[in-house]
């Protein structure tokens, strides 16, 4: 009787010990995410051993042995338990668990037969010991494991609700009232003779913060720079000399200007003195120059070229083409915000495409050939103010009737002769970045470049940079608090303060050409402050089509926090700045956010070429809290954290094939073929994110090896869309729009352009394969990351 009600005992405990055993068969299908402690190897295996034990226990004379068919020949290669590590437990070979496959065959009962058991007081004294040991045991198994789960959060909450909770708490350090001082900190510093005391000043800045190895990185290259005198320009019919502000010229006027006269000048523009017919070409397109050049012999002329609508460079190599010998350049003041008056404002331009220019697309390192290259065009080219125009064409100043606003233009039949003189010089000076790190704990190999700029010496003195400097100041300060307790980032995050930005983005460009074989391997994205408060009024993004998604995200999330919301702007569009070298020759995602006036962005495009002297002292007008920089620093430093942290790249694939579908809409000719290679390579893309990235982005489904092999993907796919050979001041990037007004390829609409002057579609067919080539060249990469990894797979199985 007594043994009958140990059998019953021994029958309650071996279903209890069934659930331990369950356990660990269950742990295996199990999301990754869950707690470590949960999924404790040891304790499962504990648990089964001692059940495996209690069997053999059983097994001794007094009761009749578990008979498992065929137990050796289960399949013991089953991945799903292959990484269970229970090889003390040979019989438990089935694929779903011993007890569980056991439980499920419905001749269960049949299969095995037990006798009753025979009386042994040994036997009787040994199961009383084992069931006590494995009572207590049991006990304990079940109090770790309810404690472990209380007290330890699973990897899918870390990797999700945690993420942003750290995110917040990092950005909440950052303050207007900080980013007011450091600004005003650094505007007391531009008066240097270089840029040496604003460079040592940033860097043992960031270097009391605890960033890490930050150093200098310095180049000697060749800038073009104000004479000792001031550009001039006459009026041959009355011999009238004037400034480019406007003044007469005098030693009065000079010495009351100070150097804003100086620096009104185009760097890099051809020097000396043109005496010539003053022709009006507006903005200086297609239409204009064919409809000028209907009328009138442009040979050795000036240009009176208005700035706007298309890149600079651009229209200086059409006037150049059409023979122009000289151009005097200036602002329409009905193309700016009503708000602005910068009628005798002066301003400054580059004409350096980027870069060193004695040294084009090689570093500029000690021992590099230098080429002799004081002047980028042959053209004579002078910014001037817009009351300087008006005195030109003999209009009065104020053109405004019943609140419209007449452009400046000179009649044609009207004929003026007048004279440029232009003054500069050119030297090789030292232009110097600095460069500091914060290594990244996982994949320290992958880097995440945030840009801002500084003063350089020799060039205009206004304060945007400053505004730059302060916000990546202000981020740096608040990600190394949490960094002195602890915590990383899983990427490496480079911060980087460029110098030279005026004359052509020097720094950046010498920087990038001197680290490009690592850099194009190991650079994930491009975060930009290159100009952050350019008004008041608007948020202004611009981001790679990647990552516009995750753009619009962050500004809805900070956008529902705040009580006065707009609707979000983000697009990609051809930005000012020292991105210019990571979107166009490296093909790096990138973001950048600023303020905007409306009024300015909807006005013409390219305005922002032009670097005015006096209106970046303004910025604490535009921002006198400084809540604006507040705001720009801490939407930078979220997308910041979440590219630097998150498993899986935050880039979507299928935005890049829409955008490229978007770009060919329209009535456009010779676009049939592209329209049905664009509609593969949405498909490829589609593909790709449904069959690898969904996956990834699932804790349950990630594996660590498909992750990196995913992300790597990710980060070169806008690679594939940078042609060759474009128009002078377009990007070479063709999935940026030349502004947001165009949804076209820009190099196809410059194509369509140049037609109209030449009775010739050779130069729309070399566009036409230009984009032909890339969208093929991103479906097939899209296809053969596809091919990887079915690969991949087919090796596991």
Not at 78 to 91: F, G, H, R, V
Not at 295 to 310: D, E, F, S, W
Not at 448 to 458: D, L, N, P, Q
Request: aromatic share 8%; glycine share 6%; net charge negative.
């Amino acid at each position: 009787m007594k043994s009958q009600v140990l059998i019953d005992v021994l029958h309650s405990f071996l279903k209890s010990s069934k659930k331990m055993a369950y356990q660990k068969v269950n742990a295996d299908q199990r999301a990754p995410g869950h707690s470590q402690y949960l999924d404790n190897d040891d304790l499962q295996a504990t648990a089964l051993d001692l059940e495996w034990d209690m069997e053999k226990e059983l097994e001794e004379p007094g009761f009749d042995q578990f008979q498992l068919d065929s137990a050796e020949n289960q399949n013991l290669e089953n991945p799903e338990t292959a990484d269970l590590n229970l090889d003390s437990i040979q019989p438990a070979t089935s694929p779903k668990g011993r007890f569980q496959r056991l439980q499920e065959e419905s001749d269960y009962v049949t299969r095995y037969t037990r006798s009753a058991p025979k009386s042994n007081p040994c036997n009787f004294c040994r199961l009383l010991k084992i069931l006590c040991t494995a009572t207590v045991l049991f006990i304990l198994g079940i109090l770790i494991g309810y404690y472990a789960h209380k007290n330890c959060p699973s990897n899918a909450t870390t990797s999700g609700t945690l993420d942003l909770h750290l995110y917040q708490e990092i950005l909440k350090t950052i303050q207007a009232e900080d980013i007011k001082k450091s600004f005003r900190n650094l505007v007391q510093l531009y008066k240097s003779e270089d840029d040496t005391e604003i460079s040592k000043k940033i860097k043992s800045h960031w270097t009391s913060l605890g960033l890490e190895d930050v150093q200098f990185v310095n180049y000697s290259v060749l800038l073009n720079l104000p004479g000792p005198s001031a550009s001039s320009v006459s009026l041959s019919s009355s011999g009238q000399c004037f400034h480019p502000n406007g003044q007469p010229c005098s030693e009065e006027a000079r010495k009351h200007s100070g150097q804003d006269l100086l620096y009104s000048y185009a760097a890099y523009s051809a020097k000396g003195t043109l005496e010539a017919e003053l022709i009006d070409v507006s903005y200086g397109n297609a239409d204009d120059l064919k409809r000028i050049q209907k009328m009138k012999n442009t040979t050795n002329k000036i240009a009176l070229l208005k700035l706007g609508k298309l890149p600079l460079l651009y229209k200086l190599s059409l006037l150049e083409k059409a023979g122009f010998g000289g151009v005097l350049l200036y602002i329409d003041p009905c193309d700016l915000p009503k708000t602005a008056n910068l009628s005798y404002d002066t301003f400054m331009v580059s004409l350096n495409p980027g870069g060193d220019p004695s040294t084009p697309g090689y570093p500029s390192v000690d021992g590099s050939f230098r080429q002799n290259r004081s002047n980028l065009t042959s053209l004579l080219v002078q910014p001037i103010s817009a009351s300087l125009v008006a005195k030109l064409i003999s209009s009065p100043n104020s053109r405004t009737k019943n609140s419209i606003c007449s452009p400046l233009e000179l009649p044609n039949n009207d004929q003026r002769i007048v004279s440029m003189q232009i003054q500069t010089v050119t030297k090789f000076k030292t232009v110097t970045n600095v460069v500091g790190y914060l290594k990244g704990l996982t994949s320290p190999d992958r880097y995440i470049i945030v840009g801002s700029r500084h003063h350089t010496a020799y060039s205009y003195y206004g304060q945007e940079w400053a505004s730059s400097t302060a916000i990546i100041t202000a981020f740096i300060r608040a990600l190394m608090l949490r960094v002195k307790r602890g915590w990383r980032p899983d990427r490496t995050i480079v911060f980087c303060s460029w110098g030279g930005t005026a004359f052509g983005n020097i720094g950046s460009y010498e920087w990038g050409e001197d680290f490009r074989k690592v850099l194009q391997r190991n650079v994930v994205a491009y975060i930009s402050l290159h100009s952050p408060i350019r008004g008041n009024s608007s948020l202004y993004s611009v981001a790679s089509p990647s990552l516009q998604q995750l753009v619009v995200e962050k500004n809805n999330f900070n956008c529902s926090r705040r009580a006065k919301c707009q609707e979000t702007n983000v697009s990609s569009v051809q930005i000012e700045g020292d991105a210019d070298y990571f979107i166009n020759h490296l093909g790096i995602p990138t973001v950048q956010f600023a303020y905007e006036d409306i009024t300015a962005l909807e006005g013409p495009s390219f305005l922002s070429e032009a670097l005015f002297l006096k209106r970046a002292t303004k910025i604490e007008e535009m921002d006198p809290f400084f809540h604006l920089h507040e705001t720009i620093t801490k939407l930078s430093g979220e997308v910041i954290l979440q590219i630097a942290n998150e498993p899986v790249l935050p880039f979507n694939a299928l935005d890049i094939a829409i955008e490229v579908q978007n770009s060919l809409k329209g009535d456009q000719p010779y676009t049939h073929q592209l329209l049905a290679l664009a509609s593969r390579l949405r498909e490829s893309a589609e593909l790709f994110q449904s069959d690898e990235m969904r996956p990834a982005n699932d804790p349950k489904e990630r594996i660590p090896i498909r992750v990196r092999m995913l992300n790597d993907i990710l980060q070169d796919m806008e690679k594939s869309f940078l042609v060759e050979q474009v128009p002078p001041g377009f990007y070479r990037n063709i999935l940026y729009h030349l502004d947001g007004k165009t949804s076209q390829f820009s190099i196809l609409l410059e194509a369509w352009e140049h037609c109209k002057l030449l009775s010739s579609n050779e130069t729309i067919q070399e566009a036409l394969s230009e984009v032909l080539n890339s969208i093929n060249s991103a479906q097939v990469y899209f296809k053969a990351g596809l091919d990887v990894f079915d690969s991949v797979l087919v090796g596991k199985n």
